[in-house]
Nanobody
Framework: QVQLVESGGGLVQAGGSLRLSCVASGRLLNMIDMGWYRQAPGKDREWIALINRDDKSTYLDSLKGRFTLSKDGAKNTIFLQMNSVTPEDTGVYYC????????????WGQGTQVTVSS
């Protein structure tokens, strides 16, 4: 089993910055990638970024240049740096991890709320 714990959410003014963290623990062998989804009020959950086992990051096109995903492999932690945030970035941010087990398994964190005020 894998456990994911997010932190760093909160209230921020438009134009500001926020850094989310996600710590993974448990059986982490065969990790494929880790990343983030977010769910805005009244909308479906959308994928926003991932970082793979080779430390290559991929982003939702509309977020390139504002969001940066990095990893501290020694601490099994990923960080989502969010800059120049707008009210449209408001939502619950979920960390996930995909592992290659008998099948591809996806684990989720509990989510952290980000609220951007205008």
């Amino acid at each position: 089993q894998v456990q994911l714990v997010e932190s760093g959410g909160g209230l921020v003014q438009a134009g500001g910055s926020l850094r989310l963290s996600c710590v993974a623990s448990g059986r982490l062998l065969n990790m494929i990638d880790m990343g983030w989804y977010r769910q805005a009020p009244g909308k479906d959950r959308e994928w926003i970024a991932l970082i793979n086992r080779d430390d290559k990051s991929t982003y939702l096109d509309s977020l390139k240049g504002r969001f940066t995903l990095s990893k501290d492999g020694a601490k099994n932690t990923i960080f989502l740096q969010m800059n120049s945030v707008t009210p449209e970035d408001t939502g619950v941010y979920y960390c996930y991890a995909r592992l290659s087990e008998l099948r591809i398994a996806t684990y989720w964190g509990q989510g952290t709320q980000v609220t951007v005020s205008s």
